[in-house]
T-cell receptor, first 111, second 113 residues
Framework: RKEVEQDPGPFNVPEGATVAFNCTYS??????FFWYRQDCRKEPKLLMS?????NEDGRFTAQLNRASQYISLLIRDSKLSDSATYLC????????????WGAGTKLIIKP | DAGITQSPRYKITETGRQVTLMCHQT?????MFWYRQDLGHGLRLIYY???????DKGEVPDGYVVSRSKTENFPLTLESATRSQTSVYFC????????????FGEGSRLTVL
């Protein structure tokens, strides 16, 4: 089992719709969680950190479920510009340097 | 310009040759990282550095060498390139290790023939 698993997609979603995807992690000692966005053939960029209480940034909402060991990302009122690959990232409590990266979920927003 | 830059952006080389990928950041971030990204895999850490003259192995260090004599530079050398090292290489920096945002360079696409 991979340490961080994501549905690779692609998720094909019409513009304006709401889309959500999850990421599961295997290490219960994981401490910090992030969503990064990666456009085609570009570098990853931080979308948002995921806090225990959940957090929202405009149209984006991230949730953490420690009991079931997954994090989620919800995108409301999706835009064409949201088309990208979304990377789930988890750190391990006993490592100051090691992040575990999911392979990403590809999202395609259709007009 | 401020930021993190990688060079070369594209490189084609032959098996057995030595290749060095350069990474330069202007923020004076303490932490720097080298990752490789391959289709179907998440980013995998090759080496990291917590400060100048402090480097350590990541998940996939075999065949790679790094150095960090200055805070702003973190070159990655493939001592004898192999086809399995064909990949996209990303350099990143952070002022808070893995607890904060990582800032990535644009990537270096390496093909080993």
């Amino acid at each position: 089992r991979k340490e961080v698993e994501q549905d690779p997609g692609p998720f094909n979603v019409p513009e304006g719709a709401t889309v959500a995807f999850n990421c599961t992690y295997s290490n219960s000692a994981s401490q910090s969680f992030f969503w990064y966005r990666q456009d085609c053939r570009k570098e990853p960029k931080l979308l948002m950190s995921v806090y225990s209480s959940g957090n929202e940034d405009g149209r984006f909402t991230a949730q953490l479920n420690r009991a079931s060991q997954y994090i989620s990302l919800l995108i409301r009122d999706s835009k064409l510009s949201d088309s990208a690959t979304y990377l789930c990232v988890v750190n391990i409590r006993d490592s100051n340097y090691q992040l575990i990266w999911g392979a990403g979920t590809k999202l395609i927003i259709k007009p | 310009d401020a930021g993190i830059t990688q060079s070369p952006r594209y490189k084609i080389t032959e098996t057995g040759r030595q290749v060095t990928l350069m990474c330069h950041q202007t923020w004076s971030h303490s932490y720097m990282f080298w990752y490789r990204q391959d289709l179907g895999h998440g980013l995998r850490l090759i080496y990291y550095s917590a400060a100048a003259d402090i480097t350590d192995k990541g998940e996939v260090p075999d065949g790679y060498v790094v150095s960090r004599s200055k805070t702003e530079n973190f070159p990655l050398t493939l001592e004898s390139a192999t086809r399995s090292q064909t990949s996209v290489y990303f350099c990143a920096s952070s002022d808070a290790g893995v607890y904060g945002e990582l800032f990535f360079g644009e990537g270096s696409r390496l093909t080993v023939l």
